[in-house]
T-cell receptor, first 113, second 111 residues
């Protein structure tokens, strides 16, 4: 299995909702990442998990809360989001944090109303 | 300040000809460079990479060239095919801190 999967594909939520994005990989990768991509912009790094521990948080607001329950799963919990948080959220994984090739999932298209 | 720059938002190339996509970087700590291809509504797909200790890496129709002194890299696709039409992102890494992406170049292959 050489895929990174993400669910859901699309999500529409109100500003008071709580929702979660899920990411899964079964490649035995020990580093997992969350990126945010706005339209016509490059992906921007949000969080890095290294061996299931949060190693990088790129000054992301606390309304985004990552979680790594095990080495195959990565969640992004969302609460009290703003309309400007609407974007494509991409999950990626790599063999380990020092391994540069990252494999991306298809993304979750999030719309905040 | 953009650390990875792709100055051409779009590039149109005739099928069968060579496509050359360019990328410049400013951070001298970057030591590994990657190219990703992205179709609409999909995640980026890894294409090819190069370490800073090399100046060229080839994989089939794709070749990446790195000029460290100029802090410049390029992706050559030859021959270009219709399925190559996509947005190409240049990305750079300086260690275990994720990737820094350029803004992307939209490559259009014309029949």
């Amino acid at each position: 299995d050489t895929e990174v999967t993400q669910t859901p594909k699309h999500l529409v939520m109100g500003m008071t909702n709580k929702k979660s994005l899920k990411c899964e990989q079964h490649m035995g990768h020990r580093a997992m990442y969350w990126y945010k991509q706005k339209a016509k912009k490059p992906p921007e790094l949000m969080f890095v998990y290294s061996y299931e521990k949060l190693s990088i948080n790129e000054s992301v607001p606390s309304r985004f809360s990552p979680e790594c329950p095990n080495s195959s799963l990565l969640n992004l919990h969302l609460h009290a989001l703003q309309p400007e948080d609407s974007a494509l959220y991409l999950c990626a994984s790599s063999q380990d944090p020092s391994y540069n090739e990252q494999f991306f999932g298809p993304g979750t298209r999030l719309t905040v109303l | 300040d953009q650390q990875v720059k792709q100055n051409s938002p779009s590039l149109s190339v005739q099928e069968g000809r060579i496509s050359i996509l360019n990328c410049d970087y400013t951070n001298s700590m970057f030591d590994y460079f990657l190219w990703y291809k992205k179709y609409p509504a999909e995640g980026p797909t890894f294409l090819i990479s190069i370490s800073s200790i090399k100046d060229k890496n080839e994989d089939g129709r794709f070749t990446v060239f790195l000029n460290k002194s100029a802090k410049h890299l390029s992706l050559h696709i030859v021959p270009s095919q219709p399925g190559d039409s996509a947005v190409y992102f240049c990305a750079a890494s300086g260690g275990a801190d994720g990737l820094t992406f350029g803004k992307g170049t939209h490559l259009i292959i014309q029949p």
